[in-house]
């Protein structure tokens, strides 16, 4: 495959998850090796990754320089590093406090971080592996800002990315991967959203199910809950979610979200009311860890959190049959992409991993749902499979409760929003009179 | 076939790649290993005798082995086996000395006696794991040690035989032996009840609502956890019913083998069990063959050193050498899944 990044320019590479984006930016950076072909840079290249790689305990400028420090005789010249941090902040337009410590620092000022340590090699090719994903609305105008102007210099940058509007807002050309190649170019002036998406599913996005009338009365209520400790503690939240009902929590991540799905799974113990009228089902958020066992087939995965109902029980043993015929039922209704129900789930796609704990959840018709981050880190056709069937069990009478990372996806499928910021929930909103700036305004927790 | 494929390159592998180091050791010392591995299969499965007493060693290692598959299937490091097994055969010897019962009637009783005694002894290590999060490998190993002391304490002191000449209990009465499979050997019924056990085992893994459980805390505990197990009862559960099989593997030598208790029950079964655990890939029906095996290296090491003179040492050799392959696999294995893609 073939790619080139002009100096001055911002490059977009989009693609699914698994169409090889992340493979291709560290072979431009150099951390993994190609199995043929060449790479050329016109001078050193810099990497911002996803997941930030910066040292806690440490101060800022400690940070930066680290590996590169300043030295004199056999001591870091401190000084001089601080002063070298401080006028590359200045010069970057990215202020911050040399010397405070990283973790005490809000995400979006640790990226300024992992931005300022790139940025103090001079690169003059810029790598950004989605750089906005832990970011509020506000955060990614003020990175993105940064960033044009980086280019505006002459620096040649590449975005990595998976959020199509900061395609079309800030980059020049657009490329985009399928299955490991590249299977569109696109000028960003001569193009949109829709071509760019169907360029990534390779076709048209299957449409998201319609919404019924409902009839919403009442079928989960919190009140008054603590929970969690420091950071990412609750602190009295009430709240309520009508049967045929979806009600979306938007909020930047890292903002009590995982306590707050914790405390209603009964995983952690908690202070005030929550009450579930009826039975209920989790769609965790990290289906590796918390919901899949991936060694095991797909019928024994199916059964999963089932196990001590009626149906498949009978007495201390298990009914494989009707564990099979279930296993049948999921796969087939969440349209889960597998050779044979006796493959290991982690031989499946993540999309297709994530369609069938949704299906597990959702089986026997729950009366309430809560999902966290349905539709992470999965291709865009099987999320919006997974919305779709949010929105039926929505239909059918189901209290869904959907908190998520990604505004777009609340917007989408969500009849009423609250925001929540720092353990607490800031604003709420009717789906009929949404206004996405208030909420990002909200989300980076100004009002 | 993929089973198969997984088996010979993990274990069966193991075993050739040790069996060539005990080749190799046995030419830097001088000796043909031709030689050498013929007096070791001759001592082993060289008539009725022999092949009892393999048979023997291979029911001492098949319980603990089966005891540390559960736990280890179920995630629980359990390395206690040794403790459980003379605490099992502790609790057989001593109300065994005094029990004038029928056979059958003796048999249950004294084997359920070791498996509860076994089962509280691994049970322990599960509550403190349970409850205090004390990790489980350091507790049963130290259980171990605990297990010895108060063994040895008992056979020389409270439940000394006036009668023995060493530090024992009183002998069974003979009521109270098991009956022998082979007359004038040392095989018993006990034999009969190991295997027994492993299918049973194989089916409460596979069918039953518990194994099932047991298999997901030890695949993804926070899986498990998530989706409706009980972890703190599942943690003591496991680690008391594989002390259990443990400890109801010492009654069986007790009353098969020994017809009293002293602290010579085991050398060192327990520990060995893991490996034979480890190459039976956790699989129950595949540890009885790897309790086999390894039980043909125990009863033929001697017949080696006396006909071959390669020390009988050699045999921990292929042990170590099995033990340490097969754990760097595993490690290996691990490295390579977690590793960032």
Redesign the interface.
Known sequence: MDLDVSAGEIHALVGENGAGKSTLAGIAFGSIAPDAGTVSAGGTVGLVHQHFELVGRLRVWQNIMLGREPRKGWHVDTNAARARVAELARRNGLPIDPDAFVDELAIGIQQRVELLRELEREPSVLLLDEPTAALAPAEIDAFFGTIVQLAARGTAVLVVTHKLQEVINYSKRVTVMRHGKIVAHFETAKTSVDEIARAMVGGNLPAVAARAATAPSPCFVADGLFAGESETAIAGIGFAVRSGEIVGIAGVEGNGQTTLADAV?G?IPYRGTIHIGGNAG?I?QDRN????????SIV?NA??????TPRV?HG???D?NVARADAQAIVDRLDVRCATLDVAVKTLSGGNQQKLVVGRSLFGEPRFVLAYNPTRGIDVGAAALVQSRLIEARNGGAAVLLISFELDEILAVADRILVMYRGAIVGEFERASVDRATIGRLMAGSR | MNAYRRLFSGPLGAIAIAVALAALAMIVAGVSPIAGFSALFGGALGGTSNIAETLVQTTALLFPALGITLAFRGGLFNIGAEGQLLIGGLAAGAVGAHLHAPTAVAAVVLLGLGAIAGGVWGGLAGWMKAYFNANEIISTLMLNFVAAALASYLVVGPLRSPQATGAETAPLPHSAWLPLIVPDTRLSISILVAVALAFLLRFVLT????G??L??VG??P???????VQMRRMTWLTLALSGAISGLGGATIVTGVMHTFNTELSPGYGFTAIAVALVGDLDPLWVCVAAFGFGILESGGLAMQAVAQVPKDAIHVIEGCIILILAARRYVATRTESAPV
């Open positions: 799974a995983m989790i965790p860890k918390e919901a899949l066992v991936m060694n095991w024994d059964l999963l959190g089932r196990q001590h029980r201390l043993l298990l494989r | 069918r039953t609502i518990f099932y459980e298999r997901a695949e993804a926070e899986a498990a956890r998530r989706n409706g």
